[in-house]
């Protein structure tokens, strides 16, 4: 809302509309890289349970094959 906006230009005694500006494309920026960076730690983490999963299936597989 423009009055958040206001509120925050003072917080951070802002001089001009630019800085303002700024303030809000800097902040947008480092929430798009730390939602990047979720993404790419959680796709990280499913394909480490993936393999993991498959490991487990494998070596269950080969354990009933040699209690035959």
Known sequence: ???AAQNAA??????SQDQVDQFYSTL???????????TA??????VSEANSIKKFNTQNLKFMILSI
Not at 28 to 38: D, F, H, L, S, T
């Open 28 to 38: 947008g920026a480092q929430i798009n890289a730390a939602n990047a960076n979720r």
């Open 1 to 3: 809302t423009d009055a």
């Open 10 to 15: 003072a917080q951070f005694n802002a001089k």
């Open 41 to 46: 730690a959680m796709n990280q983490y499913n």
